[in-house]
């Protein structure tokens, strides 16, 4: 079945430092590949997807490839702000028979002034 | 416009005790989905809802748990004789008429619930 796997937080940065959460996939045929970001005391919000291979999605000075060769849909951001403080969630969208998002477990980023 | 918006926010109930969770999807979407996120097993799916019909529920834990929609629009989670092990934040999502897969999910803010 289909399954997203995340880098385990909590990551710790300071502010204006570069982030990389790590996340890959597997699935059957060609997903979608998504990031949602859930603020402290919010509801999960689309952060950027990727409909297909070597797509780039980019939101809020955050960026993601899907790179259909490594199985791989990596969040990076060059600076990250206190503002930035939050869970990220890696997800998938199949749509081979299945009707759900599949979700990472979640990664918990905490950024110091 | 307004977003999916759930009810109660809050909810805190006795172990054994029936529960209704209310989701109001984004005007127009088509879709609905029901997860459940908690501490141990993250963000599980749980029902899935095309129009009025339900094409998915393999994400239901128990016979426990259903759902409906009416009316193409609101639906509701019922939870009978409520365990310990259902607290959770239970989220809805709605997106529009599904194509190519690559439809955004709409995510509402949930409803919390403890079980004593």
């Known amino acids: 079945g289909d399954s997203v796997t995340q880098m385990e937080g909590p990551v710790t940065l300071s502010e204006e430092a570069f982030l990389t959460i790590n996340c890959t996939y597997t699935?059957?045929?060609?997903?979608?590949l998504f990031w949602y970001v859930q603020y402290p005391g919010e509801g999960l919000q689309l952060l950027l997807k990727a409909t297909k291979a070597d797509d780039k999605g980019s939101n809020k000075g955050f960026e993601a490839t899907y790179r259909k060769e490594t199985t791989s849909f990596h969040l990076e951001k060059g600076s990250v702000q206190v503002s930035d403080s939050a869970v990220y969630f890696c997800?998938?969208?199949?749509?081979?028979?299945?009707?759900?998002?599949?979700f990472g477990k979640g990664t918990k980023l905490s950024v110091i002034p | 416009g307004a977003g999916v918006s759930q009810s109660p926010s809050n909810k805190v109930t006795e172990k054994g005790k029936d529960v209704e969770l209310r989701c109001d999807p984004i005007s127009g979407h088509t879709a609905l989905y029901w997860y459940r996120q908690s501490l141990g097993q993250g963000l599980e799916f749980l029902i899935y809802f095309q129009g009025n019909s339900a094409p998915d529920k393999s994400g239901l834990p128990s016979d426990r748990f259903s759902a409906e929609r009416t009316g193409g629009s609101v639906s509701t989670l019922t939870i009978q004789r409520t365990q310990q092990e259902d607290s959770a934040v239970y989220l809805c999502a709605s997106s529009q008429i599904r194509g190519g897969g690559g439809e955004t999910q709409y995510f509402g803010p949930g409803t919390r619930l403890l079980v004593l």
């Open positions: 997800a998938l969208f199949s749509g081979a028979g299945s009707y759900q998002l599949t």
């Open positions: 699935a059957t045929g060609y997903p979608s």
